[in-house]
């Protein structure tokens, strides 16, 4: 009996510690399970600010931080009573000398075209001279940077297919490969296209908060904030890059000078068969991206670079304040931001095909958006223009000057010059310098034309390109109406009408020493 008491008391001992045990390990995992909670809610609350800061950012980053920088305010108060100066000037003037004024002014904008003028033929002459071909450098797949493609996407569902093929054929390492695709979260129709592919399997899909501006800056900076690449690089949704172009991107930054920010790929427009105007926009392309660029990077001249195509160390576009959300022509005005900042930019030859609007209504609307940039731009340049000249050289503001500040003014004096012309001929008053510089002119742009080895610069299509610059003023008339009324709406230009099955086949590059394509001439 007594043998059993004490047989019960050890049981009922064990029996208790156990119990114990029990309920100090349920203790435990509560609260372990707490803990965990806790900190999974921490981690959702900082994801979720960090995602907030990053939406803020993409829309007020630079405009916040250096709002002399970016077009979100305007024109300041000294630009606006310069501007009415020059009109009040300008208009008293032709009351009081109205022959001299006109006069003067015309010699004004023809010394303007002339020093354009110069420019193109020897931009051309340097296309056109010849050069030792030289391999381009190779970079060890070991000592490839990681490169983010930031690709964002708007009502894009016709070209998403062939997107992905296009990335996913690009010769580089998919462990170095942080691709984003920057979708509008409220852009259904594309959305349902990511969703029928396998886009999550393969990219990054990040959805861009809805909200003002709505613009591609904003959705380049919201993706900024995600990148794990040492370079950044930009394309749209109907690109087509080479296949090597991020491996040259990638040895160009190698080799290149420590001040190298950016690399800027020519665009090739690929459906210049598709009628009159998507011929005209392909030579208008390769006269800029295989003559008038190359030129500029290779004097060290400030880039107003393309929309698309280009490579950017990520520092240096973190330290320039990333793209400015509210310039409808972020490309320029981060190619102008970073000369400022004493950066330069370079060019590589591999290039990326993309579609041309071959439609009247859809290219005014692009290239409305064109010249209302090119004017924010301008205007932010022209802000504290001491200090611009001071940051990227004063030859270099200068130069500025003449090309971005001279192709606005030729965007609004084509269409009236072409109306003088025809009313001059018709009077027989033109004047011997009206014909000469009318000839000089043309004449620079055929050798640019020729020089770029257009595919589909053709007899006609040079024929004819005296008519296709007035339609510049068209755009510019449009700009100006909108930068009073809308000066932040990005008009959308429409992709899918051609597959990249049909892109026309092109002559093999040649590549030169400086690493810039030259194609054979169209002839």
């Not at 979260?185 to 861009?208: G, K, M, Q, S, Y």
């Not at 900076?221 to 949704?237: K, M, P, Q």
């Not at 598709?274 to 290779?298: M, N, S, T």
């Not at 008519?467 to 008009?491: D, T």
Request: charged share 20%; glycine share 8%; hydrophobic share 50%.
């Amino acid at each position: 009996m007594a043998l059993w008491i004490t047989d019960w008391r050890v049981g009922g001992n064990c029996w208790g510690t156990s119990l114990f045990d029990g309920f100090r390990t349920i203790r435990t995992d509560a609260r372990t399970q707490s803990n965990q909670f806790d900190e999974a809610r921490q981690d959702t609350f900082e994801r979720r600010l960090s995602e907030a800061q990053a939406f803020g950012a993409a829309s007020g980053g630079l405009s916040g931080r250096r709002p002399d920088l970016s077009a979100r305010h305007g024109l300041t108060i000294g630009q606006r009573l310069f501007g009415w100066l020059v009109v009040i000037a300008f208009v008293a003037s032709l009351f009081v000398a109205t022959e001299l004024t006109l006069a003067v002014s015309i010699k004004a904008v023809a010394v303007m075209f002339g020093l354009l003028i110069i420019i193109r033929f020897v931009a051309a002459a340097f296309a056109m001279a010849p050069r030792a071909s030289a391999n381009t450098a190779v970079v060890a797949d070991a000592n490839l940077p990681v490169i983010t493609l930031l690709i964002p996407l708007y009502k894009e569902a016709a070209v998403l297919p062939d997107l992905i093929e296009a990335i996913g054929a690009l010769d580089y390492p998919r462990h170095k490969l942080d691709v984003k695709l920057l979708i509008e979260a409220d852009d259904a129709e594309t959305l349902e296209a990511i969703r029928a592919t396998d886009a999550f399997n393969r990219f990054e899909v990040i959805p861009v908060p809805p909200g003002a501006p709505r613009t591609k800056p904003k959705a380049l900076n919201y993706g900024l904030h995600f990148a794990r690449g040492d370079l950044v690089a930009i394309f749209d949704a109907e690109d087509r890059p080479a296949r090597n172009q991020l491996r040259v991107a990638a040895a160009a930054f190698a080799r290149g000078h420590r001040k190298l920010a950016v690399v800027q790929a020519p665009l090739n427009i690929h459906n210049g068969r598709d009628g009159w105007l998507a011929a005209q926009f392909e030579v208008e392309y390769a006269i800029h991206f295989r003559v008038w660029l190359p030129f500029l990077a290779k004097i060290g001249a400030p880039l107003a670079l393309g929309g698309t195509s280009n490579f950017f160390r990520r520092d240096v576009l973190v330290e320039a304040g990333g793209w400015d959300a509210w310039n409808v022509t972020e490309d320029a005005d981060i190619g102008l931001r970073l000369s400022r900042l004493g950066y330069r930019a370079a060019m590589i030859a591999p290039e990326t095909d993309e579609e041309a609007p071959a439609k009247l209504k859809p290219w005014l609307n692009q290239r409305t958006r064109w010249m209302k940039g090119y004017l924010q731009t301008w205007l932010v340049l022209n802000r504290a223009p001491i200090r611009a000249a001071r940051g990227m050289g004063l030859f270099n503001y200068l130069l500025t000057q003449v090309t971005l500040g001279g192709s606005l003014l030729a965007a609004m004096t084509h269409g009236p010059l072409l109306v003088w012309t025809a009313a001059s001929a018709t009077t027989m008053s033109v004047e011997a310098w009206h014909v000469a510089l009318f000839g000089l002119g043309y004449g620079s742009a055929l050798a640019a034309a020729l020089a770029s080895g257009a595919q589909h610069a053709r007899f006609v299509m040079l024929l004819t390109l005296p008519l296709y610059w007035p339609l510049q003023s068209v755009a510019m008339v449009r700009a100006l109406y909108e930068m009073k009324r809308k000066p932040h709406h990005w008009a959308k230009t429409p992709h899918g009408a051609f597959k990249a099955a049909a892109i026309d086949a092109k002559p093999a590059p040649v590549v030169r020493e400086d690493n810039v394509v030259q194609l054979p001439l169209p002839f």
